[in-house]
């Protein structure tokens, strides 16, 4: 092993914050071999501390055994939010690599199912550290865009869920502000788990145009928009046209097997958010910029 070598691992295993930063700002192939070059638990520790977006899309630049291997060094946790923001073909592919037990624990977290919030999210939504500054934040933006929507959102060292910013406000925040203090915290969210009659009685959809999912440990998995939403709604109601018994014992099987937690949100929603009959027929419409209120303190109405 060359000196050079030696030398890039102790400083990844000393600094990963850095090398994470430096990774973020390669092609993705570039971001790949950087952590081919290191032990897997050190490429590990780097993936933790990246935007999960730009990990996930360097991971699948690995040739499929090392990636898998880098996923088994993973804390499950991360290696799932890796794995959700993977086309389908390419997490099958890496579940087929990793180690029976850990693929098994993997899929458990990544497979929601379509009835849950989970299944619906969009994973691309910017999830952004907060010790990144504004200009810092852009640059990634621009580097990933398919992803961009209404809003950014901080995450913490454990990519727990911090905060959320418009992009209004974000683009008029200094360049060199840290992007943590430019966001609103303890934003309105849906758990993974949450079934579609809890998604669509959520009171945020007054006020927002995408709510970010997270797991139970609040680790930001992605975002649902608006129109899925919207969707969701169309769904319930054709589904209320013409129930019959195997759909509703699904349905109650499902609230179920998601635990008390989320059968006591839905009641104290549904008791709490039922709209009138006129606020009933304006829900046909998204929040107008001209109504909705801006989910940053201070932003405009």
């Given at each position: 092993m060359s000196a050079e070598l030696l030398l890039v691992r102790a400083f990844a295993s000393a600094h990963p914050d850095e090398v994470a930063r430096f990774c973020e700002r390669l092609p993705p192939e570039a971001g790949a071999e950087v952590l081919g070059a290191l032990?897997?638990?050190?490429?590990?520790?780097?993936?933790?501390?990246?935007?999960?977006?730009?990990?996930?899309?360097?991971?699948?630049?690995?040739?499929?055994?090392?990636?898998?291997?880098?996923?088994?060094?993973?804390h499950p946790s991360l290696a799932a939010g890796l794995l959700l923001r993977m086309e389908r073909?390419?997490?099958?592919?890496?579940?087929?690599?990793v180690s029976p037990e850990r693929a098994e624990d993997l899929l458990r977290m990544t497979e929601y199912g379509p009835r849950c919030a989970g299944g619906r999210l969009d994973p691309r939504a910017p999830a952004m550290p907060e010790t990144l500054s504004v200009s810092e934040v852009?640059?990634?933006?621009r580097a990933y865009p398919a992803g961009v929507m209404h809003y950014v959102y901080s995450i913490d060292a454990e990519r727990r869920l911090t905060g959320v910013v418009n992009m209004r406000e974000l683009m008029l925040a200094p360049p060199g502000a840290p992007f943590g203090t430019r966001v609103a915290r303890n934003p309105e969210a849906l758990f993974a788990h949450d079934p579609l009659e809890v998604i669509a009685r959520h009171a945020g959809w007054k006020r927002n145009h995408a709510l970010p999912v997270?797991?139970?440990?609040?680790?930001l998995l992605g975002a649902l928009r608006y129109s899925t939403f919207r969707?969701?709604?169309?769904?319930?109601?054709?589904?209320?046209?013409?129930?019959?018994?195997?759909?509703?014992?699904?349905?109650?099987?499902?609230l179920c097997a998601v635990g008390a937690s989320a059968m006591t949100r839905?009641?104290?929603?549904?008791?709490?958010l039922e709209p009138p009959p006129l606020a009933r027929e304006r829900r046909s419409e998204p929040p107008s910029s001209s109504m909705r209120r801006s989910v940053i303190p201070g932003g405009l109405p």
């Open positions: 032990p897997v638990e050190a490429g590990a520790e780097v993936l933790s501390r990246m935007v999960p977006l730009i990990a996930a899309t360097t991971v699948t630049r690995l040739d499929t055994g090392l990636g898998a291997q880098v996923l088994e060094a993973c073909a390419t997490r099958t592919r890496m579940l087929a690599a852009f640059e990634r933006l997270i797991d139970r440990d609040r680790r969707a969701i709604e169309t769904e319930l109601g054709q589904a209320a046209s013409g129930p019959n018994t195997d759909q509703t014992a699904s349905a109650l099987a499902e839905f009641i104290g929603a549904a008791l709490a």
